[in-house]
């Protein structure tokens, strides 16, 4: 039997419902357009930021919780905005910090069916429907990543980072993991298995610190500009539209 015997005539339901499938995804290019302009401009004047993930699921009794906000206010203070994913846990806990500080708490919401829900603690907030276009402003306006412990979506969006600066698809900024005790065994076996095996090389692993007082935090992305500004240069920001 040929392929074009099993494929549905024009007048059958199945063929209409594809083709209005079909025509749903290609608008869907437009809604995709749309959601990257209208982030890009509203987060033009947030610079420079800092990023901070960590788990959705953390309670505000939680150490993690404390440890995040904490963080979030400092960096405030020092006159970094707080980027985070506008979430409940650790995001809420990030935005609440830089709230009460002098720069501005920046939420990047995602429409999930289950557990996202917004938190108050945010001067500026942007809802994305696609999680790779949220992804790309996370990187994009962020001068480092300060990462709590956290689930699949945390793991994600470290990788996420990683491979993009391995790949020098977007600029070096520092990567901070935070509470050693939870990071250990995930930096022991990139050393161990992937470095051992090949699949990264040593001095990738030099991408990322772990440092637990939220004071260093700090001092450690000062420390890292102190030889250039925040601003991203003229070959960083072309870097940037490659993301």
Do not use: C
Not at 33 to 39: P, T, Y
């Amino acid at each position: 039997m040929s392929l074009a015997k099993k494929l549905p005539k024009p007048s059958d339901p199945e063929h209409t419902a594809r083709s209005a499938y079909s025509a749903r995804e290609a608008w869907r290019m437009f809604e995709i357009m749309a959601e990257f302009v209208e982030a890009t401009e509203r987060l033009n004047g947030i610079q420079p930021a800092v990023s901070i993930f960590g788990s959705a699921r953390t309670q505000p009794d939680h150490p993690y919780y404390a440890q995040a906000e904490r963080i979030a206010r400092l960096l405030s203070d020092a006159g970094f905005s707080v980027i985070s994913g506008g979430g409940p846990g650790i995001m809420e806990a990030a935005n609440k910090g830089a709230f009460a500080g002098r720069s501005p708490s920046v939420g990047l919401n995602i429409q999930l069916p289950h557990e996202q829900s917004e938190n108050r603690y945010q001067d500026v907030s942007q809802t994305f429907q696609h999680f790779f276009a949220r992804k790309v402003m996370f990187v994009k306006f962020a001068s480092a990543y300060v990462v709590l412990p956290g689930g699949f979506g945390t793991l994600d969006e470290v990788s996420e980072a990683l491979t993009l600066i391995q790949t020098s698809k977007s600029r070096k900024i520092p990567i901070i993991l935070v509470h050693e005790p939870f990071w250990r065994g995930l930096l022991d076996w990139f050393k161990n298995t992937l470095v051992t095996q090949g699949m990264i090389d040593a001095n990738d692993l030099d991408l990322v610190q772990i440092i637990d007082e939220p004071q260093a935090v700090v001092e450690a992305i000062f420390r890292h500009y102190e030889t250039r500004g925040f601003e991203p240069s003229a070959q960083e920001r072309e870097l940037q539209l490659s993301l």
